[in-house]
């Protein structure tokens, strides 16, 4: 508590009590319950912390209209009235996290206030240091943050990331269509209709091993290339009959310049030659 007063420059103080302390607390206590009343009643239903602050920020910025019984003007009025007179917020914000060490299970989880996290593959083994907040949880590689998750609030729930387990998947690709995390990646949408009928396209050409690790390749592109620019990328390579992990790079950084896709094809057409061997008009290297 005393950091956080240093931080934010206020004094703290106890009420007095009884009748002589009664002014000092004003109506914080009675304002307290009608916003519980009005707002909390019943409880909202919410998926996550942050669902929930967003509806409490819509509802501040709501209440920024009314008006207090007897005063003419609204509290959003008054409060800009009075900003001049406040002191200034400093430019960062205090940190209320605590710092944690756990280790990273064989599962690529950490195990945190009974919870699970997942974490990049290479850190199995490894401890590695966690800031808890109340609505989020940073995993950290030195000062690098290499895990972000929306804190979790009920015991033994997880939440996983499939970028975190593309190294061990591309290593085993029969055990991808059954993990966790990709069920995770459909049901947040990061898993998109669009790498489904990549996946599918890639197994009908490919087969069912060969065709998986030709996706895994897609995905790990996503650590360089936006998110936008691959689907782009792959919708544009099914249209033309390709699956070629190459093709959708090259596609995605197109996208990215915002440069055309006609050459896609010629490039597609190249590919075709490569695999089945020199085209009709013309011989191999002499």
């Known amino acids: 508590m005393g950091s956080f007063k240093s931080w934010y420059q206020f004094s703290a103080f106890y009420c007095a009590p009884g009748e ?22 019943p409880p909202p239903q919410v998926e996550s912390l942050a669902e929930l602050n967003e509806r409490l920020a819509a509802i501040d910025v709501a209440e920024d209209a009314r008006h207090i019984h007897g005063r003419p003007t609204s509290i959003g009025f008054d409060f ?43 850190f199995i083994g490894a401890k590695v240091r966690v800031k808890l907040r109340a609505n989020e949880l940073r995993v950290f590689d030195g000062r690098k943050v290499v895990a972000r998750h929306p804190r979790l609030t009920r015991r033994y729930t997880y939440h996983d990331f499939l970028d975190h387990y593309l190294e061990i998947l591309l290593v085993k690709p029969g055990a991808f269509a059954g993990a966790s995390a990709l069920a995770q990646a459909r049901a947040e949408g990061g898993f998109t209709k669009v790498h489904e009928a990549f996946w599918a396209a890639a197994k009908k050409k490919a087969g069912d091993r060969e065709g ?25 390579c099914l249209r033309i009959g390709s699956v070629s992990t190459d093709l959708v790079a090259i596609e995605a950084r197109k996208a990215m310049e915002g440069t055309d ?26």
């Open 20 to 41: 002589d302390g009664a002014h000092e607390k004003g109506g914080v206590g009675h304002e307290g319950g009608r916003f519980r009343r009005k707002h909390l009643v």
């Open 80 to 122: 800009e009235a009075e900003r001049e007179r406040l002191r200034p917020l400093p430019a960062d914000d205090y940190d209320c996290g605590i710092d944690l060490t756990p280790v990273v299970a064989r599962n690529s989880r950490i195990t945190v206030r009974q919870c699970y996290y997942s974490v990049p593959a290479k």
């Open 212 to 236: 998986t690790r030709m996706l895994i390749e897609v995905l790990l592109l996503h650590r360089q290339l936006p998110a936008e620019a691959l689907v782009a990328a792959m919708e544009t």
């Open 261 to 286: 896709a006609d050459d896609a094809e010629l490039l597609a057409d190249a590919e075709e030659e490569t695999e089945d061997g020199p085209a009709a008009t013309g011989g191999g290297p002499g």
